[in-house]
C-alpha cells in the first residue's frame, strides 16, 4: 500500500509541474526501434531513390546535396562517429544526435530506412583520402595562433568553437570555406556583439546570453561579462565573423595541410 501511494504521489507531481511521469511516457515512434532491427529491410533502387528525395528536402541543407558535407558532417567517408550499422544510422535519424545540430527527423519506419538506404549509397572510401598533410597543418595552426581563440583536446581560447572532434562534425569543404570566409556561416553561439555601457566604454565579444533584462557575452580578452539592459547605451551586432580571413595568408598547399590537420581531429 505505501508503494502504491509514494508511485501515486509521484505521478501527481509530474502532473502537477507539466512533466510527463515515467510510468506513461509515450514509446518511441517507431515500431522497428522497439523491435531491435538490425538489418535496413529496404535497400532496393527504387528505396535508394525515395531516400533521395527525403535526403533533399530534410538533410542537404546541412549535409550538403552530394552528401560531402557543409556545416553538418560529410556522409560520404564510409565511417561515422555515431555508428556505422545499418540500425545505429536509423536510429541517429529517428532521435537526433544530442550535443548537435543533427535533429531528430520523424517518419515513417519505411520511409526512415530508405534514408538509410540513400546514405549508404553515398559512401565513397576515397572521400578519406586528404590531400594535405595533417602534421604540417599542426604547425600553422600553432604559428598563426588559432589556439588564441579555438580549443582543442583541453587546450586553447573559448571565443571560437570548439575544434576537438571538428574532424567528425564538419567537411573537409566546410572547414576550407570557414578559414577563407568565416563571414559566410557563422554559428549562432559564436556572434559577435559590442556593448556601450553607460559610460561610453565599448567592450566586444561573442553573445552568450540575452534576455529581456540582461546580455551576457564573452569578450575578446577571454573574460564573461554581465550587463543589464538598462545601463547600456548602445547594443550593436555587426554581421561579420570576430575570426579574420586567411585567404591571403595561406597559399593552396598550406590551405589543403591546415584543412588536413583540422580534418584528423577526431577524438571519441
Not at 509530474?14 to 515500431?31: C, D, N, Y
Not at 538533410?59 to 545505429?88: F, I, K, M, Q
Not at 546514405?119 to 583520402?129: G, K, Q
Amino acid at each position: 500500500m505505501l508503494h502504491f501511494r509514494i508511485e501515486f504521489v509521484l505521478v501527481c507531481l509530474g502532473l502537477l509541474v507539466g512533466v510527463e511521469p515515467v510510468l506513461t511516457q509515450r514509446p518511441l515512434a517507431s515500431t522497428d526501434a522497439q523491435r531491435g532491427l538490425e538489418i535496413n529491410p529496404f535497400t532496393t533502387p527504387d528505396d535508394v531513390e525515395a531516400g533521395r528525395t527525403n535526403f533533399e528536402s530534410r538533410c542537404a541543407a546541412c549535409h550538403g546535396a552530394d552528401g560531402r558535407g557543409n556545416r553538418g558532417p560529410d556522409l560520404t567517408r564510409e565511417v561515422y562517429r555515431h555508428g556505422n550499422s545499418d540500425r545505429a544510422i536509423f536510429m541517429n535519424i529517428l532521435s537526433g544526435i544530442p550535443g548537435t545540430g543533427m535533429p531528430s527527423v520523424r517518419l515513417s519506419d519505411k520511409e526512415m530506412w530508405q534514408l538509410v538506404a540513400y546514405v549508404r549509397s553515398l559512401s565513397r572510401p576515397e572521400a578519406l583520402v586528404t590531400t594535405g598533410d595533417p602534421a604540417v597543418g599542426r604547425v600553422l595552426y600553432s604559428q598563426n595562433n588559432c589556439g588564441r581563440c579555438h580549443f582543442v583536446d583541453g587546450v586553447g581560447g573559448r571565443l571560437g568553437p570548439d575544434l576537438s572532434i571538428v574532424g567528425w562534425s564538419r567537411s573537409a569543404a566546410h572547414l576550407r570555406e570557414s578559414i577563407v570566409d568565416p563571414d559566410d556561416d557563422i554559428e549562432d553561439d559564436y556572434r559577435q556583439i559590442s556593448v556601450t555601457d553607460s559610460a561610453g566604454v565599448r567592450i566586444e565579444g561573442v553573445l552568450r546570453n540575452e534576455d529581456t533584462y540582461s546580455v551576457l557575452l564573452l569578450e575578446t580578452t577571454g573574460r564573461l561579462r554581465a550587463f543589464l539592459k538598462t545601463d547600456i547605451r548602445t547594443i550593436a551586432r555587426p554581421p561579420v565573423s570576430l575570426m579574420p580571413s586567411f585567404a591571403d595568408r595561406f597559399d593552396e598547399e598550406e590551405l589543403n595541410d591546415l584543412v588536413a590537420y583540422l580534418s584528423s581531429l577526431r577524438r571519441r
